[in-house]
């Protein structure tokens, strides 16, 4: 397939008006067909009188724009149908320019900056946007500054395609496209919220957080008023025995990701890492909930160098303190499903490098177990509650090993001694050694072609500095972005209501008579969608159901839900 297949080529962008939580209100719409330069501007008032899009959206044409589900949303305000091809820019020039310098960003203007054209100042496009968001009612003089604003979006679109046409590989590309409109529906269906139990936590937050802290702290003893003390939390974890990374000046790391990291060895963490969590990073105000109950925000679809979504931790209900989750609630007659891809990067690795031995410890069900035996380190009728601790030091092995982990920080993961975290390492290297093969060619290629890709083309550009650990996890976390967005694609075509996209997991909705049925179907979907990936190998995946009245709960913050539900 190439651009001369298309009989028809409309560039098109849409001003709108949407306060956080809320789906899109259209204001005004540009688009022009790109050979004839045919022009159309319609204001709010005409396009709500069209049964459908004023230009075609058959296979037969191609639909481009710059961060396409922006218009896709629209699309779905007024009740048009989506267009069968769709090229979005945004995605191609982030596939393009993924890991190099940008000095205007991945935006419109930065696009066009980056490909040497002239595009309009970003200053007069803050003030545009600000007058779109300010909502109606507009006068004549700023309707048509909004639709002149809206068409040099198009003229810059105009430019820009030309320029990029011969570095797009367009099959590919219209896969990403697709994704936006998956990332359209999600946007507009949104997570359902506990409303009222929001309002009462908003409400009484500024007091509740001085009494978490009194009631979390009395097992830890670190917090001074608000202000946590790193030469208290260092005298616990010595009373404790619990090992901690260090910073290279050598004081404590106090960064979220050690303490979650620490967590998952050793739960009595928990509870501090989740203070901590809720006092940095929730902003209640901020997380987006329309008045329909329904939490909803921009996902960033390929923010990341890996090609994942990158919603705002603020507004998205998974972002901030993992005790929050407790707000999502189906509605009456409804249920909710997360449905999780099982050890999908061990998965991955398996699959990609063709390790048969680490195939094999994935189909036998807990591979971390399954890599204990085939090590010899448990005997072969070694289980779960037989051999607890060797089956969590080799978890934390394999796991460590797909983002590159040495010895010593392995060492401190685990609490072990240097030489143990080594003979580990050790140990996954001989009963792994295909994949071990695979990681290096990965990670070798990269460095001398200065870039990887996905299966379906997704690239990271790799510079002088590049990070090899940073390289060896690449491929996994990219194509298991390809994985999610492909199931993403195919769940919302097939009618089935996502509400989210979560990492490796789908959060999903239907009444209660049919959740069920909707879940086998969604498991089949994501079934499907990793054996394209992975030429034929299928992952399994894992279910939590929460039918209403029920709430949703990860593990994890449960006991910080119960006790902020105390103090309200």
């Avoid at 072969?380 to 051999?387: C, F, R």
Wanted: glycine letters at 6%; a negative charge; proline letters at 5%.
């Amino acid at each position: 397939m190439n651009f001369a297949d298309f009989n028809e080529i409309w560039l098109a962008d849409f001003e709108f008006f949407q306060p956080d939580g809320e789906r899109p209100t259209p204001l005004c719409l540009v688009a022009r067909e790109f050979r004839s330069g045919r022009l159309i501007r319609l204001w709010h008032d005409d396009l709500t009188l069209l049964p459908e899009p004023p230009f075609p959206i058959d296979s037969n044409s191609l639909f481009v724009a710059y961060y396409a589900s922006a218009e896709l949303g629209c699309h779905l305000a007024l009740d048009w149908g989506m267009p069968a091809c769709i090229l979005d820019l945004y995605a191609e020039f982030k596939c393009k320019a993924s890991g190099r310098q940008t000095p205007c960003g991945f935006g419109l203007l930065g696009a066009s900056t980056y490909h040497g054209l002239d595009s309009i100042e970003s200053a007069e496009k803050d003030s545009m946007r600000g007058l779109a968001m300010r909502g109606g009612p507009y006068t004549v003089r700023e309707r048509a500054d909004l639709l002149d604003y809206c068409q040099s979006d198009v003229d810059a679109l105009a430019k820009l395609l030309p320029a990029m046409i011969p570095q797009i590989d367009l099959p590919r590309a219209l896969l990403r496209g697709r994704y936006m409109t998956a990332a359209a529906r999600m946007e507009w269906n949104g997570i359902p919220i506990d409303v009222p139990v929001l309002r009462k936590l908003r409400s009484k937050w500024d007091s509740i957080q001085d009494h978490l802290i009194d009631r979390i702290d009395r097992d830890y003893g670190v917090y001074d008023g608000r202000t946590f003390k790193s030469e208290r939390w260092a005298a616990w974890l010595v009373e404790k025995g619990v090992p901690w990374a260090h910073t290279p000046s050598g004081s404590l790391a106090l960064d979220d990701e050690t303490f979650r990291q620490a967590a998952r060895m050793y739960p009595e963490v928990s509870a501090m890492r989740e203070l901590r969590a809720t006092l940095s990073k929730l902003r209640l105000h901020e997380l987006a909930v329309g008045y329909d109950g329904r939490n909803r925000c921009l996902l960033s679809a390929f923010a990341s160098k890996t090609g994942r979504n990158q919603p705002s931790n603020a507004k998205f209900i998974f972002g901030p303190a993992t005790w929050l989750r407790g707000l999502i609630k189906p509605a009456p007659d409804t249920a909710v499903a997360y449905i999780d891809y099982e050890q999908q990067e061990f998965a991955i690795g398996a699959a990609l490098s063709g390790d048969h031995a680490m195939m094999d410890a994935y189909t036998s069900g807990d591979p971390y177990l399954a890599f204990a035996k085939q090590a010899g380190a448990v005997p072969p009728n070694a289980t779960k509650e037989t051999h607890k601790d060797e089956r969590d030091q080799f978890k934390v092995c394999a796991l460590a090993t797909q983002y590159g982990m040495g010895a010593t920080s392995l060492a401190i993961k685990l609490g072990e001694p240097i030489v143990r975290a080594r003979e580990l390492l050790h140990l996954h290297r001989e009963t792994y050694h295909e994949y071990w093969r695979w990681s290096d060619a990965a990670r070798d290629y990269a460095m001398l072609s200065g870039r990887l890709q996905t299966v379906f083309g997704w690239t990271v550009h790799v510079g002088t500095n590049a990070n090899p650990r940073s390289l060896r996890n690449f491929p996994i976390q990219a194509n298991g972005a390809e994985m999610l967005r492909l199931a993403c694609c195919r769940a919302t075509e097939q009618g089935i209501k996502v509400c989210a996209p979560v990492h490796d997991a789908l959060l999903i909705e239907a009444p209660l008579a049919e959740i069920d049925q909707t879940i086998e179907h969604c498991q089949a979907i994501m079934r499907e969608a990793s054996e394209i990936i992975l030429g034929g190998y299928s992952l399994r995946t894992d279910v939590e159901v929460v039918r209403y009245p029920d709430r949703y709960m990860d593990k994890r913050g449960a006991k910080m839900w119960e006790v902020v539900c105390d103090l309200t």
